[in-house]
């Protein structure tokens, strides 16, 4: 059953049909996405569906038809794109059911680095200029500046690439986010140290400030990519000795990610420290970092005593003498 063969006959051929259209107009991948909606409609014609409605026995039966041997996480995404789909016939009047997202059974840990080893990676990536393989002047202009703004402002990778001239307000301080997760936009104010060396930048590169010229471009004019990215930060990691650990397939490992859980750590303790009341604190953070809401950031928040030994010291004292000792 092919995509480019296979014609939707359900019932809700018309409505799979007008949604992918719908998911086209707003600038979705939505022939990429007709997949997903496949074995929904096969699953309907087989059962013979002939109702126009989707009560939880169907869904339900449509997952558990799914084969045996594929992965959560492609359920996981089935799911998601179905609950879109749900929510589009609910405006039709259409009665949906919305199936519980799957659960992941898998922990991701981010690595969240330390001060010391932040100050290593930059210095390596700073002095990366030239090389046999690397010897791109533009890039070792671009890599340390979206190096800092992970860090420094915990953006997406995609947020910093997507970045324009025009959305760096150099005078007031403040980045411009356009179509974030979400399709949401939102302002980021930067520390002026960061505002500063976007400053340096825009010189060295050569950039105009009300320009709409990608902030990081290739030789072809074109945004550059996540991979290339993600290899600029392998040769951090090899050169600063950060080593990865081995990890069972699926299973996310020490990436560029890591620095927005990194940022989230290091912002929540200075707040923290700073005497800010901590729910406070994370409905700013969130806010900031473009979530939906509270419950989206508490996931990068990893306060251990390893990365947080200030903030464990200082509990210590205040709760010293506060519980009974237990006899050895």
């Excluded at 150099?170 to 179509?179: E, H, K, M, T």
Aim: with cysteine; aromatic share 10%; net charge neutral.
């Amino acid at each position: 059953m092919k995509n480019s063969v296979y014609t939707f006959a359900s019932v809700f051929a018309d409505e799979i049909l007008s949604y992918l259209a719908l998911r086209e107009s707003q600038g979705h991948q939505a022939r990429r996405e007709r997949h997903y909606f496949l074995t929904l409609d096969q699953y309907l014609q087989n059962v013979g569906a002939e109702e126009k409605a989707l009560p939880s026995e169907l869904v339900e039966g449509w997952l558990l038809s799914l084969p045996e041997e594929t992965h959560i996480n492609t359920k996981i995404v089935y799911v998601s794109h179905y609950t879109q789909f749900a929510k589009y016939l609910h405006t039709l009047g259409i009665m949906a059911f919305v199936p519980e997202r799957p659960r992941d059974d898998r922990q991701y840990a981010p690595y969240i680095f330390s001060p010391p080893e932040m100050e290593r990676i930059f210095a390596a990536v700073d002095s990366r200029i030239t090389g046999s393989r690397y010897n791109d002047k533009t890039a070792g202009l671009q890599f340390p500046l979206i190096l800092r703004l992970l860090y420094g402002c915990g953006l997406r990778l995609n947020e910093a690439l997507c970045l324009r001239a025009g959305d760096v307000d150099l005078d007031a301080g403040v980045l411009l986010i356009r179509n974030a997760k979400g399709n949401k936009d939102r302002l980021v104010p930067m520390d002026p140290s960061l505002t500063e060396i976007c400053r340096k930048y825009f010189i060295a590169a050569g950039k105009a400030a009300v320009s709409q010229s990608l902030l990081f471009e290739n030789r072809k004019g074109e945004k550059r990519s996540q991979t290339w990215a993600s290899s600029w930060f392998e040769w951090c990691l090899d050169a600063v000795g950060i080593e990865k650990p081995d990890l069972p397939r699926y299973n996310r490992n020490i990436c560029l990610h890591c620095l927005r859980h990194t940022f989230a750590v290091d912002a929540l303790r200075k707040q923290d420290l700073a005497g800010v009341d901590m729910y406070d604190a994370a409905s700013f953070l969130s806010t900031y970092m473009g979530h939906n809401n509270i419950y989206s950031t508490q996931r990068y928040i990893h306060l251990s005593e390893q990365n947080s030994a200030d903030i464990v010291s200082q509990n210590s004292a205040y709760t010293k003498g506060l519980f009974p000792e237990v006899p050895l």
